[in-house]
């Protein structure tokens, strides 16, 4: 590996994304033969201390506590970017700017507008810059995209597609960013809706065209979390407004012509990771549910649906990992990214899904908000 | 047995659902201890000679070939109407001015004016009315309702609800006459997409206040059925327009506040009567498919789902029935239906669903194609 | 059907078998073209009350509460023994020698010397014999021997086969008379035990040729059943030894070298009605559990196991009932089973499995049992 | 992390279980509060060119040929052994005398003999001893114990345990080491077998007492493989004998009075990696399959089976790794075990399972081959 060129990375954000991007960068070399080393070399955040534990824990060689530092730094080639939606296209835009190559969690933005802004950054600039929709990269997911592509199921005509979580179903769950409008742009729509938008349209090849929705705030109002500002000033006692979405369902039609539901929810009680994705075409079907991540259900011929376990070296991924049977779990999504992501960098290409992937999936986000939020386009039921 | 009151039987039609139908009225008796015992009494078809031939197989005593005889003769008191949705208003009508009691397949008729016509003509007569939405009396389905009214599941947020069939994928399926719309009234859609409707109304005990829908039609044309007029016409050659949806999809709102989602569809490869609803509450959810019908998948306090063997003698109906894990098939759902209509019958009380619960599924698959047929209602997405 | 043959049937014993007999009987008319018209004529039982009371429930023309008479009665030609084991070679035998076509329920008898001499007497009479193991006619069944037999599987290398059921697992549970070796034989082992051995055999078309067999009676003793000759001696209030097993467990080989497992037990918490088999051949496997009885799982070329839903027209015995994915039920079984046997009575041959194929299985049992009982065949771990 | 006492590891083998136990050693720091940091010191293999390429990848600092040598190193304070069979006592016995602590992957030794002297080695030695039955570290399986051991499941009466995998069913497949009994000691047996003997005695806290089994080699010549000597001297066309078994089947009592009936196969067609266990006990029951590893079945109170999602915090292990619903894979049982480990060692106290309870298996397997090597012990049914 020491005959590699090394690649420096550095990372702004080490919550949950922060962690296991992480370990994607620090296992990628050892499964696959990568054209860039790649360093662990900065890890930025607002607090020094726990910015320095993260770092030690996790084993990123330094810190800043302004990504901007980290920006400027040479020995920073790759900005990865695990922030609230909020901060995405500063730090995209800027990192760009200084000539950084850029991977963004999704969803891209917290708006088509920023959205824009980004993929023009990254359209005048040499980076390269892929958004995390990690779930592409789940070895089930690529081999469906790989059926559909040898048009194994045909012309596909119905896309069923739903992400069930249940995190929040109690009341009492407190008012994190993730349920506030300016942090995370929205709710589930946008965290959890935005993976099976482009889980969707990496599989089916095609893209969403029109849509008709509905949204749903059930718990409208939460105890503040524990480290708000707002808590601090209330006493603790306080509530306050969730300002996003619990739950979004639209139904619309793919570009080649299929029909396609979508659901994200976090109120699926007893549901915790359930993106689920059906496609049935003319010749045959598949369905995947991520609870069960080494399967992918494939129906051809009309006949009953068979359970493939992706786990044989042939399937996308897994030659580098075990032997079939030995499966592999949420964290290899994104070592597999980052293999992508440091190919495409190497080879100069664009890695998928680029910015201008992304804000594909940000405008199907518009249209759904737009479309839910007109009660002129729903259809009331003669009583 | 030979002490209860004897009630007569008439049926109109002897294909699919007339087979199941007589299976019912055969066997209910066996099992349940009814206030009133059916007699077999007259098929009606229009052929003499297959109408004999169906009597003689199913047992049934007499035949006519003109409806209107059967509901004339005294000693038939039962109307069961097994013919496409065309003739249900008619021969509705007719048995319940003629003062019977009248039990008739789904969907109630294939318009809303229909329907509100039986539902008229149900409000001045004596005769009880059931319209046949079997899958009520599915043990899982009638175990699902019973959870829900007994507050197992918490407020509801959520249901999911789908009808999947495959049998029309071919495109040199002919077309019959489910494929048109003089005769069916709506295709996916009011065949299947109408028990889905019920079912989802029946368990949660709420219904459908407003949607947004889209239909299509996959396969517009098809070679013309051996037995159809037309084909006779053409030599055998043509084909003819496929005039009714081969898909239906809607989202939304339930009386209660649950978002809700339905697909009816008739593409959906390997599939074949995978109806399938997955409700999910405050404090419980639960999941059913058909093509496992012996099987309810229940969550509560958001832990894993429960797979219940619905076999079990304190189950709906299941008493009557096999030990636990010998499971029932589909024919069983008619029975227990023909049962629940005899008791209503004999207690001069209204069975469910009566005439006017399924006016009301009527009402919103009338919704439905109000909402798929207007383009304004949709949202396009910006390219 | 009125120009059919008809043929007389009395039926001995009308509890739980007695039951699905009937129902059966009453219903395979309905559905398949036999060659001979059953009339279900007369029902033999100990009491003239409760045994006219089943007649009429169940649709049987007239009683007996000798089964001496029921045999010889000029209206009856076929005599389905629905008893418990201690009388089916009594019974069987009677009828045989009046000249009577016989199908007896499983196992054939409590030990291998009377069902010898039930196989004797079948030899040397005219009528017919069928041992009434009914899971071969479970569809899912019938068509995993076809893929056997068509040699999609190849050399077969493992059967794994269980019966788990839990209904006496609460030690309050009564002695019921499949408890009492006298009346039944013995426990788990000849009540289910009996129908994976003859399940195996059939699928794999090999029979059982050696075993190592251990057995358990976990609850030793237990209530006297409210209608057992000793409760009211008792007052209610006393306790019997259960005289059989509660689980057998065996390993051993197959005519055709296959390794084979099976366990039967009444002590599998949870699981109701669990007859599984599972195949491992050179070319494929199948697996099969009667708690889904409509489905069957299918491996070849060595890729992932197919859920093949068995309700398509050209599966075995399904065209005759419902369109695909409307599952059948337990009692579809006996139907089946009483269709081949009146085509067989109907053709002159011998229908299967016949009172001989009965009796290789009362030999497995017999040599489970050897096995089972001669410590010295075990071998302790070295401690 | 920088304050906590190093501890110096190395490893010798790079294969299979080389990768996967660096791949542990690599990153259970970052997910564990490790009261020991362990250093990935030295890689010992026979090439010196290929171990330092694995060392480069998998990030060993240095490496050597000769395992004496890493043996004798001060900056060694661990070893870890991933190397066939017939080589763990001498390396296991030399680390123990060396003063080392030492985890070796299983089965502890090819025979009973070594692992006593293996466990001997370590009675008198200060280092501490692990066998390497990382299956008991799926979080699933370690919660499965939490149950038995609570008591959630009665008194245990069955245990049913097979691993089923077909990676030898082609007969073109070659003879690599593990089919040679010399160097693997058994074939199915041992190499799979031994887990799931483990894994019994482990969930169920008791054990294996004694057994009835049945060995079996399907595949009796196979072509040598390419790298071995014997293809050099025969030109590459070649066949040597399978000398190890293929499949081996028993049954036998646990110490708690359950019977246990097992299976251990290589030519289970279309299963990749089932280790599937399911217990029954007299108040509940639990079921788990390893190609579904991160659900575990559990029924309580003779109700169904619940399929619970081993992705909750306060499951075992599964606190350090990601939220509900994001799974893990075959790899992370192996990084519970070094946290295990290290967390014993710093402790001073023994690691589960020590190498005591590894000669307990081993025990075990000799048991299995004793009475499968014993004709007597099978009884012939009677033809």
């Not at 050892?30 to 860039?36: I, Y």
């Not at 909020?86 to 190559?101: C, F, Q, R, T």
């Not at 399937?315 to 190919?343: M, N, S």
Request: hydrophobic content about 45%; glycine content about 10%; charged content about 20%.
């Amino acid at each position: 590996m020491s005959d590699k060129t090394t690649i420096g990375v550095g990372m702004v954000g080490y919550a949950f994304m922060g962690r296991v991007h992480s370990q994607a960068w620090r296992n990628v070399g050892a499964f696959f033969d990568l054209p860039l080393a790649p360093r662990m070399g900065v890890l930025a955040g607002r607090s020094k201390e726990r910015t320095s534990a993260a770092a030690a824990q996790m084993g990123w060689a330094d810190v800043e506590t302004d990504w901007r530092e980290l920006i400027r730094r040479d020995d920073v080639q790759i900005v990865d970017i695990c922030t609230p939606g909020d901060s995405h296209a500063d730090i995209a835009i800027a990192a760009l700017e200084a000539g950084k190559h850029v991977i963004c969690e999704k969803p891209l933005a917290n708006t088509v507008a920023e959205a824009e802004a980004m993929v023009r950054a990254a359209a005048s600039a040499p980076g390269r810059t892929m958004v995390a929709f990690n779930y592409r990269r789940v070895p089930a997911i690529a081999l469906a995209r790989r059926y559909v592509e040898e048009g194994r199921l045909g012309e596909i005509r119905h896309v069923r597609a739903q992400y069930l979580q249940d995190w929040i179903v109690d009341p009492d769950f407190p008012l994190v960013w993730r349920l506030q409008k300016d942090k995370a742009g929205s709710g589930a729509l946008g965290d959890i809706g935005a993976h099976i938008i482009d889980t969707a349209q990496f599989v089916t090849g095609q893209h969403v065209v029109g849509v008709s929705a509905l949204t749903e705030t059930f718990v409208r109002e939460r105890p503040l979390a524990a480290d708000s500002a707002g808590l601090a000033a209330t006493g603790g006692a306080a509530t306050g407004p969730v300002t996003v979405d619990d739950a979004a369902l639209f139904i619309g039609r793919m570009s080649g012509g299929a029909l396609a539901s979508f659901e994200a929810t976090r109120f699926a009680t007893g549901r915790k990771n359930a993106l689920r994705i059906e496609i049935n075409g003319s010749r045959g079907s598949l369905a995947f549910d991520f609870e069960a991540m080494n399967e992918l259900w494939v129906s051809e011929g009309g006949g009953g649906f068979t359970r493939i376990l992706v786990t044989e070296p042939d399937h996308p991924y897994v030659g580098a990992w075990w032997p079939p049977g030995h499966g592999l779990g949420y964290e290899h999504t994104f070592t597999h990214e980052i293999k992508d992501f440091l190919e495409a960098v190497a080879q100069g290409s664009d890695p998928t899904p680029s910015f201008a992937d992304g804000l594909r999936v940000q405008r199907v986000l518009a249209a759904v908000e737009q479309s839910a939020a007109d009660a002129s386009r729903y259809t009331l039921v003669e009583d």
